[in-house]
């Protein structure tokens, strides 16, 4: 296992107090920096609110905004976002509650108020309160930043308990919500991490107030100095080995040969869309082993894949008599994933521990074959694909070498003391079968890199999700069907 591939997409993920240091030492009290900053996080929060709007139908036209903002930078940075989507849509308003006052504005957020009153003159109101009966489309939460300590005073928690019950479209917490870690916190649909991504948005106990996570870049980690740590999110660049420039005399062997062993008569369709998956992953070749009453079926399908029909328990699963197929062709392969639609008779299972156990290629462990005594069989690199559920039911059993890829909410990947997360994706993932796409998906770069198993699973959980939110984007989060994610990763590669 390499690391580094996955380090070079990342950046780390701070404490609190390491990101104050971070960013003493890039502005060094340098006012004309820190405004730069600022103009930089205002316009990535609101290109991402944009995008973030398209899911459920797009940004209005004549949105209503409103912002609370407090004393310091996070208060300026939710100010110049609601300046850019003034200046971008003509026929939206903004209502500004400044909650600790105007006279409490540090000079950079006063500048960043002034800044927006002018740009939109006669679309900005100043108010002290939230209008009775009001509703809006988009609410900024600017209040505290990164360097709040809990407890909320009495009055703005009475306000933050108001805005909570407020109807409001969609919720975006700059850098992260405010009053989080305490009981009075203002909730977010999505929390915009500007410039780094601080611990306690990726604390599970937070992960209510903070919902959907998105990091902005803003450079703070151009110099290599500051990315040190194994602790750290995803970051699009770790795609780069699948932006480039494919070998030009090479022919399928090059790109890697997948093996995929998997389906029942219970569950044929988790296979076959891990088939589908693997064969956009870039893979040369794509092998599946299945039960032999689905390879007609199948090969109609996908045709591009090559479709061995195994040997059938009486409830159709793969019975134990068909190993002789997979080791005629393991010596011509370079991984291998086991578990989509496995189902869990007991011959299949004792089947899938005999692979595991035996096996020398680096395998993508998934679906019903994450058993304890499978996961923990033979000493092949591994790939592991849990969720919330099958984590608990194997978590004793891993191998501490094991890189595993966490699926939830904020998918995460461990290998060791390593962590990273994943902030693409969303709701659309909540349905069956995007944990077979993913396998594919993993297995196909796997095969690609078979010495990098945790590239390949950055890569896999970054690739999925960001697919994902283009899905969701074009088409919404409701009236799709999973496959259709397929279709987007071409887009979300390029």
Same mark, same amino acid.
């Given at each position: 296992?390499?690391?580094?591939?996955?380090?070079?997409?990342?950046?780390?993920?701070?404490?609190?107090?390491?990101?104050?240091?971070?960013?003493?030492?890039?502005?060094?009290?340098?006012?004309?920096?820190?405004?730069?900053?600022?103009?930089?996080?205002?316009?990535?929060?609101?290109?991402?609110?944009?995008?973030?709007?398209?899911?459920?139908?797009?940004?209005?036209?004549?949105?209503?905004?409103?912002?609370?903002?407090?004393?310091?930078?996070?208060?300026?940075?939710?100010?110049?976002?609601?300046?850019?989507?003034?200046? @971008?849509?003509?026929?939206?308003?903004?209502?500004?509650?400044?909650?600790?006052?105007?006279?409490?504005?540090?000079?950079?957020?006063?500048?960043?108020?002034?800044?927006?009153?002018?740009?939109?003159?006669?679309?900005?109101?100043?108010?002290?309160?939230?209008?009775?009966?009001?509703?809006?489309?988009?609410?900024?939460?600017?209040?505290?930043?990164?360097?709040?300590?809990?407890?909320?005073?009495?009055?703005?928690?009475?306000?933050?308990? @108001?805005?909570?019950?407020?109807?409001?479209?969609?919720?975006?917490?700059?850098?992260?919500?405010?009053?989080?870690?305490?009981?009075?916190?203002?909730?977010?649909?999505?929390?915009?991490?500007?410039?780094?991504?601080?611990?306690?948005?990726?604390?599970?106990?937070?992960?209510?107030?903070?919902?959907?996570?998105?990091?902005?870049?803003?450079?703070?980690?151009?110099?290599?100095?500051?990315?040190?740590?194994?602790?750290?999110?995803?970051?699009?660049?770790?795609?780069?080995?699948?932006?480039?420039?494919?070998?030009?005399?090479?022919?399928? @062997?090059?790109?890697?040969?997948?093996?995929?062993?998997?389906?029942?008569?219970?569950?044929?369709?988790?296979?076959?869309?891990?088939?589908?998956?693997?064969?956009?992953?870039?893979?040369?070749?794509?092998?599946?082993?299945?039960?032999?009453?689905?390879?007609?079926?199948?090969?109609?399908?996908?045709?591009?894949?090559?479709?061995?029909?195994?040997?059938?328990?009486?409830?159709?699963?793969?019975?134990?008599?068909?190993?002789?197929?997979?080791?005629?062709?393991?010596?011509?392969?370079?991984?291998?994933?086991?578990?989509?639609?496995?189902?869990?008779?007991?011959?299949?299972?004792?089947?899938?521990?005999?692979?595991?156990?035996?096996?020398?290629?680096?395998?993508?462990?998934?679906?019903?074959?994450?058993?304890?005594?499978?996961?923990?069989?033979?000493?092949?690199?591994?790939?592991?694909?849990?969720?919330?559920?099958?984590?608990?039911?194997?978590?004793?059993?891993?191998?501490?070498?094991?890189?595993?890829?966490?699926?939830?909410?904020?998918?995460?990947?461990?290998?060791?003391?390593?962590?990273?997360?994943?902030?693409?994706?969303?709701?659309?993932?909540?349905?069956?079968?995007?944990?077979?796409?993913?396998?594919?998906?993993?297995?196909?770069?796997?095969?690609?890199?078979?010495?990098?198993?945790?590239?390949?699973?950055?890569?896999?959980?970054?690739?999925?999700?960001?697919?994902?939110?283009?899905?969701?984007?074009?088409?919404?989060?409701?009236?799709?069907?999973?496959?259709?994610?397929?279709?987007?990763?071409?887009?979300?590669?390029?």
């Amino acid at each position: 296992m390499n690391p580094d591939s996955a380090l070079r997409g990342s950046h780390p993920i701070l404490t609190c107090a390491a990101a104050g240091e971070l960013e003493q030492r890039l502005f060094a009290g340098d006012e004309t920096r820190e405004w730069s900053a600022m103009g930089g996080a205002g316009r990535a929060v609101a290109g991402a609110v944009v995008e973030d709007f398209r899911e459920i139908g797009g940004f209005p036209a004549t949105a209503r905004i409103l912002v609370l903002a407090g004393k310091g930078h996070n208060g300026g940075d939710a100010l110049l976002a609601a300046q850019v989507l003034l200046e @971008r849509f003509p026929g939206a308003v903004a209502d500004v509650v400044l909650v600790f006052g105007v006279r409490s504005l540090r000079p950079l957020a006063a500048q960043a108020l002034r800044e927006l009153v002018h740009a939109a003159p006669g679309r900005v109101q100043l108010r002290r309160g939230l209008p009775e009966g009001a509703g809006y489309d988009l609410l900024l939460d600017g209040v505290f930043g990164f360097q709040f300590r809990p407890p909320v005073a009495a009055p703005i928690a009475a306000l933050f308990k @108001r805005a909570n019950a407020t109807p409001i479209r969609l919720r975006a917490a700059v850098d992260l919500p405010s009053g989080l870690g305490g009981p009075a916190v203002l909730r977010a649909n999505f929390t915009y991490a500007t410039g780094s991504v601080k611990s306690p948005v990726v604390d599970p106990a937070n992960a209510a107030a903070v919902a959907r996570l998105r990091y902005l870049d803003l450079g703070f980690f151009a110099d290599a100095a500051n990315r040190r740590g194994d602790r750290g999110v995803l970051t699009p660049d770790v795609l780069g080995p699948l932006r480039g420039w494919r070998a030009p005399r090479g022919d399928k @062997r090059t790109h890697g040969h997948l093996l995929i062993v998997g389906g029942s008569r219970s569950y044929p369709g988790a296979a076959l869309m891990s088939v589908l998956a693997a064969l956009r992953s870039g893979v040369g070749l794509v092998t599946a082993y299945v039960p032999e009453s689905l390879v007609p079926a199948f090969a109609a399908r996908a045709p591009e894949a090559i479709w061995v029909g195994w040997p059938e328990t009486p409830s159709g699963g793969l019975a134990l008599e068909g190993s002789h197929l997979l080791r005629e062709r393991l010596g011509r392969a370079t991984a291998l994933a086991i578990g989509p639609g496995l189902a869990r008779e007991a011959e299949t299972l004792a089947l899938a521990r005999d692979i595991v156990a035996t096996a020398t290629l680096p395998l993508v462990i998934d679906a019903d074959a994450l058993q304890p005594e499978i996961v923990k069989a033979g000493k092949a690199p591994r790939i592991l694909t849990p969720h919330e559920g099958e984590w608990a039911r194997i978590a004793r059993a891993v191998p501490k070498d094991a890189v595993v890829i966490h699926k939830g909410p904020l998918t995460r990947i461990t290998a060791g003391a390593a962590e990273y997360f994943c902030p693409h994706g969303g709701p659309v993932l909540s349905r069956g079968g995007s944990g077979d796409l993913l396998t594919g998906v993993a297995g196909g770069l796997l095969a690609q890199s078979p010495a990098d198993l945790h590239g390949a699973a950055a890569r896999a959980a970054v690739w999925h999700g960001r697919a994902a939110d283009e899905l969701a984007r074009a088409n919404g989060a409701t009236a799709v069907s999973v496959t259709q994610l397929l279709d987007y990763l071409s887009a979300a590669l390029r």
